[in-house]
Structure formats: C-alpha cells, structure tokens
C-alpha cells in the first residue's frame, strides 16, 4: 500500500540520500523521496515503526499532523528556493509560497508564527544569512555579487541584516574565516 509520509530535519540532498540508504537497507520499498516528504509501499504497522527507528537514529521525525506538516513544508519550500542561485523570485514570498502550498498564505503564516515562535518572513532572512555565510567561505563572489545573487535590494541592506543577525559586519566575518554556520534544520 502506497503511504506518503512527512519528515522533519530533512534540508539537503545528503538527508536525502542517508534516508534512502537506510530504508534500502532495511528492504523497505522507497516510491519516492525529496525534501520533508516520502513515499513508501509498506504492507503492515511493522514497517512503521521500523520508519520511526530510522527516522530517530538519523535525527529526523515522523511529522503526523497536518498543522506541522504544513510549517514543514512552509521551510522546506524556502530551503529549495535557496537551493538554486541566483535567487529567482520575481513576486512576493507571499504569493509564492501561496502557490507552492495550495495554501491561504494569512492563515498559513499565523501557524507558522504560533508554531515556531518566528515569522516566516524572519525565518527565511535567517535561511539567507546562513547562505550568505556559505557563499563568503566559499569566496566565489564578492560582497556585492551576493547581495545580487540572493536578490538583496543593494549591498547595504545586505550589510545591515547581516549585522543584525551575526552582530558583526561581513568584513569582519569573512577576515575571522570561522565556520559558525547554523545547520538547516537547527535555524530557529
């Protein structure tokens, strides 16, 4: 039987490949797979709680109701939207995530504000700054062409919403060349 199964802590393509290992591993029949979400064909309970085995020694969840499903997917979707740069979002976050979601973005926000004790708006500039980080370790780009690429209006305000959230300026963390960067799934 066809089961589609919500999964937290899933924010890359190597969570991906570790939760397809492990479920091939255990002879369980993997239909489909991508961020926060699988689909198995499972026969019986047993398989379940195998899932849920995985799941918590990889540091991952079972999501089952549908309130946090949705604030799941809310951040998988911002995840995915960072994924491929330059960040290539020409209306409003809004509007997109409505379109990603099926979903009434009012009502969805509010959840996700209650849920998470963060606006979606305050999460995803944290998702951005954490990409910032990673693009100055990698020193492809310089300041300005990553304020381009993640769609900042101008350098300053890049500038200042990375000291806002780090407490120093990007000069200042790319001379430090510490990696303090926050996992994914830990942001927030």
Known sequence: MEKIFYIKNMVCDRCIKVLADELKDKNIDLLEIELGRIILNIQDTEYKQTLISILDKNGFSLIESPENQLVEQVKVELIKLLKNLPLDINRKLSTYLEDKLNSEYS?????????????????FIKLKIEKVKELIQNQEYNFTEISQILNYSNLNHLSRQFKIETGMSLSSYKLQQINDRTSLDRII
């Open 107 to 123: 009502k969805t926000s509010k959840l996700f504000s209650v849920t998470e004790d963060i606006t979606i708006k305050k999460y």
